[in-house]
């Protein structure tokens, strides 16, 4: 009984000491409650700037342009700001052509609200995306609509000079197809096939553009047109198209171009998942086992691209005695239903599946975009494609996956490159700049 009282009052003597010690904290701690019990700000949408809930310009721009709010009462309510407040920005926003009236609400009680509504028409932006031999330019207005395009066949391989040249002169064509100037254009966006250092526009030891490697493309681009120029791989700009169009409500997109080449592109929560220096997705280049006897452009032996890009099956496909020079001419021979070239472009579908059961194991995707030209080979390549992943991956990986083929098809490029822009040049703080310039 004794040894009870004794350990009873050790802990008495401990719980003593121990609110001592809380005490002399309450003071700090009190203060730490007091300081943020503010209560806590919207959470941003997923892929949306933090800034959107400041009530800046920007932000106010944002939520109009996105459909969050329609009125300058809705953005009083989400923001906290006076309606005075909210007046002088959206005062502000109209004299840069960025907002216009677009009619009025229905009443809640007294005067009409007047709707506002975000002006694609106050500007347009240039894009472009260059294949390997053929290329798709256009111009798009604001809103991301595309108000006029060419296509053409030009091999990347003729040299910057070459095709860059060709490139300015068809955007200038095309702007004044459209009763444009070069004072309209607000940005311009172009994709490249081949590895690109983001952060300079410049492509880096690009394997199929001799004379391209650090190239200024954006410095050049924007110094033609006196705007911002954003240059990216091909891919990661068709992935970020796929995205915006179809498939915003997802928070991880994979897109997979099979073209002459193939490569892949990752979109997480708006963003393009670009890797530390630019390389991120350029699954073409992953060996494929037991394929060593293959040589890859890139010099190495058994690369996906070797085995089963449209060149590879071209080449294939004349070693049998067909006419294929290019990866077009087997999809052509797969729609017309000649059996060896479904045959190819079967096995093709497995080899690239197997490729993506490890990336999708390691990345788990919501959903896997098939685009490029081969995708237009349909089942053959597409079944192939999910027999391999849906064997090679984890249940879990693959239980609400999704692998669909591009509905954007050859458009995916240049909506993405006008995307790319003007997510950049109408971010928060890229219009808190512009306002602020008065």
């Given at each position: 009984m ?24 309450l ?15 919207r959470?941003?949408?997923p ?5 959107t ?9 944002d939520?109009v ?13 989400i ?6 407040t ?13 907002l ?9 009680g ?19 995306d260059l ?16 108000l006029v ?5 030009i ?7 070459r ?6 002169e068809t955007?200038?064509?095309?702007l ?8 309209d ?5 172009v994709?490249l096939p081949?590895?690109v250092?983001?952060?300079t526009?410049?492509p880096?030891s ?17 110094e ?24 915003r409500?997802?928070?991880?997109l994979?897109?997979v ?14 963003h393009v ?22 040589v890859c ?9 070797a085995?089963?890009?449209g ?7 004349r070693?049998?005695g067909?006419d ?7 999809v ?8 060896d070239?479904?045959?190819l ?11 993506l059961a ?12 098939i ?6 080979a349909?089942?053959p390549l ?6 391999a992943?849906y ?8 239980g609400s ?9 050859d ?8 995307v790319?822009?003007?997510?950049t040049?109408l ?12």
């Amino acid at each position: 009984m004794s040894a009870v009282k004794q350990n009873l009052s050790t802990c008495h003597a401990k719980l003593i000491r121990f609110d001592t010690f809380d005490r002399r904290k309450l003071p700090r701690f009190h203060v730490e409650v007091t300081i943020n019990s503010a209560p806590e700000p919207r959470s941003p949408r997923p892929g949306a700037d933090p800034s959107t809930s400041s009530g800046s310009a920007g932000a106010i721009l944002d939520l109009v342009r996105t459909g969050r709010a329609s009125t300058r009462g809705e953005l009083a309510a989400i923001t906290g700001l006076a309606r005075s407040t909210i007046a002088q920005r959206v005062d502000a926003l109209i004299s840069h052509r960025l907002l216009v009236p677009g009619g009025d609400s229905a009443s809640t009680g007294g005067r009409r609200p007047t709707r506002l509504a975000f002006n694609g028409d106050a500007g347009v932006v240039l894009a472009g995306d260059l294949g390997a031999t053929h290329s798709r330019v256009a111009v798009a207005d604001l809103a991301g609509h595309v108000l006029v395009q060419d296509v053409h066949d030009i091999a990347v391989a003729e040299g910057p000079e070459r095709v860059l040249s060709w490139l300015e002169e068809t955007f200038e064509r095309l702007l004044l197809e459209i009763g444009g100037t070069g004072d309209d254009v607000r940005g311009i966006g172009v994709g490249l096939p081949g590895p690109v250092e983001f952060a300079t526009g410049r492509p880096v030891s690009p394997p199929i553009m001799p004379g391209w490697n650090l190239y200024p493309v954006g410095q050049r681009l924007g110094e033609r047109f006196s705007a911002p120029a954003l240059v990216d791989n091909d891919v990661n700009i068709m992935s970020l198209g796929e995205y915006w169009s179809n498939w915003r409500a997802e928070e991880f997109l994979l897109f997979v171009k099979v073209g002459t080449g193939i490569g892949s592109g990752i979109v997480t929560h708006g963003h393009v998942h670009r890797g530390a220096d630019g390389a991120a997705g350029d699954i073409g280049h992953i060996h494929v086992p037991d394929h060593d006897d293959v040589v890859c452009r890139c010099g190495n032996l058994g690369c996906l691209e070797a085995i089963a890009g449209g060149a590879a099956l071209a080449a294939g496909l004349r070693e049998l005695g067909l006419d294929a020079p290019t990866g077009r001419d087997v999809v052509a021979q797969v729609l017309h239903g000649q059996h060896d070239a479904v045959r190819l472009i079967r096995q093709a579908g497995h080899a690239i599946g197997g490729v993506l059961a490890t990336c999708v194991n390691m990345l788990n995707p919501a959903v896997v975009v098939i685009g490029g030209d081969m995708a237009a080979a349909g089942e053959p390549l597409l079944a192939g494609i999910r027999e391999a992943v849906y064997r090679r991956s984890l249940p879990l990986a693959t239980g609400s996956l999704r692998i669909v083929p591009s509905e954007l098809g050859d458009e995916a490029g240049i909506i993405g490159a006008a995307v790319m822009v003007i997510e950049t040049i109408l971010a928060p703080a890229a219009v808190d700049a512009l306002v602020s310039a008065i």
